[in-house]
């Protein structure tokens, strides 16, 4: 057996919080308390203090946090919402799941996030939201999204679920925004062991709203005033990412420290490295590169034991699933970006040999 680094490694995680995960797990076993109990309570404190926000709410998933943060805001068929098409599938599938039309502006190429300068021109008299996602990890322009949001009253729905942790002009992303949607899906800088999810707000009325909707509506023991969802987080997963969350700084520092150590000894290929901004902190939930070869270096790489994934081969616009409303659509830069954006392991725990490892592979691999 050669050498295998995985693009993510999970159990490496695992094993090392071994001790506190076991007993959070055996806590919560032993109580019998499974779902909206002490463990949601104090994960939810946390997290308000951790993002400087009035309201966490734990939900089932950060795809269901989309969902509720845009019910929440009173958002469905008629309405506009803003997105970028360079981002995972769900950030528009929670726009279509409640019958609104997704309004997709070009990403600049450089970081692949949702074009700024453009969104002015996207807004019509339908548009009531902005949803910015943090790709990669990487913070969008909160102040200018704010900006425009004030200018046109606009609900900003952040979609944060790749950058947990993540600072734009040294706040958190949370506190920047009307709403902001984590996954703890388990492969994200903040993963449960299953399915998760967070909305993060400042704004008692949305809180309200998603607090009904997550429990079917009930606001008295089988007394329902709305037509809900069953959308909470598990008391398990609670107390697991309780356990995680003290180490979310650390790990954050131990990725953006792999991340430079790459973008230095990487330098002078031709890729296109990430991004560097004064104003952000990047929490490099993907070490992403950008070249042509990207599918000849994704098998070269696999060959030497190197776990690497294309995200995304296509954008969003070009999907079956999106293909009888948005096939007219022309984004050159998202078009011309799909498929030639590769990223390679960056997790915490990747060891000085593992990525001495990984910079030789990818520099001999531009060397023939
Ligand atoms: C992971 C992810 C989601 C969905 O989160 P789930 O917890 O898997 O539902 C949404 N948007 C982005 C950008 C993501 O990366």
Redesign the pocket.
């Known amino acids: 057996m050669g050498i295998l680094i995985p693009l993510m490694d999970i159990k490496r995680q695992q094993e090392k919080l071994k001790n506190e995960l076991d007993e959070a797990i055996k806590r919560v076993m032993m109580c019998g308390e499974f779902i909206a109990g002490q463990e949601n309570q104090r994960f939810e404190e946390k997290m308000q203090q951790a993002t400087s926000t009035k309201y966490a709410i734990g939900v089932n ?4 946090a ?1 969902i509720l943060s845009l019910k929440a805001a009173g958002i469905g068929p008629g309405d506009e919402v803003i997105t970028t098409p360079y ?2 599938f ?2 528009v599938e929670a726009i279509l799941q409640v019958g609104a039309r997704p309004v997709f502006v070009d990403i600049d190429p450089s970081s692949y996030l949702m074009e700024v300068s453009q969104l002015e021109a996207a807004v019509t008299s339908k548009t009531k939201a902005i949803i910015p ?1 943090h ?1 990669f990890g990487l913070p969008v322009n909160l102040a200018e999204i704010r900006r425009l949001s004030e200018l046109y009253d606009l609900v900003v729905i952040q ?1 944060s ?2 950058a947990a942790g993540a600072t734009f002009q040294g706040r958190p992303v949370e506190t920047w925004g009307d709403l902001s ?1 984590l ?3 388990p492969t ?1 800088n903040l993963g449960g062991c299953g ?3 967070m909305i993060l707000t400042n704004n008692a009325a949305y809180a309200k709203t998603i607090r009904l909707l997550k429990t079917h509506g009930t606001y008295k023991k089988y007394h329902h005033s709305a037509v809900g969802y069953n959308s909470r987080l598990d008391e398990i997963q609670a107390a697991i990412l309780s356990v995680k969350l003290d180490h979310l700084k650390t790990w954050n520092a131990e990725r953006q420290r792999n991340a430079q150590q790459f973008i230095r000894e990487l330098a002078g290929l031709p890729l296109q490295l990430p991004p560097q901004f004064n104003d952000r902190e990047h929490v490099y939930h993907l070490f992403v590169v950008k070249t042509e070869r990207a599918e000849a270096l994704k098998a070269y790489l696999q060959k030497y034991g190197i776990g690497t994934g294309i995200y995304y081969p296509l954008a969003l616009h070009q999907q079956k699933a999106l293909e009888n409303q948005q096939s007219h659509i022309v984004l050159p830069q998202a078009e011309a970006v799909a498929g030639q954006t590769i990223a390679f392991p960056i997790f915490p725990e990747l060891t000085d040999n593992e990525k001495a490892y990984i910079v030789d592979k990818v520099r001999e691999f531009f060397s023939h």
Do not use: E, N, P, R
């Open positions: 998933s950060g795809t269901d989309l981002t995972f769900a950030t996602v790709l979609d679920c790749q949607c996954s703890f899906y994200k399915d998760g999810g």
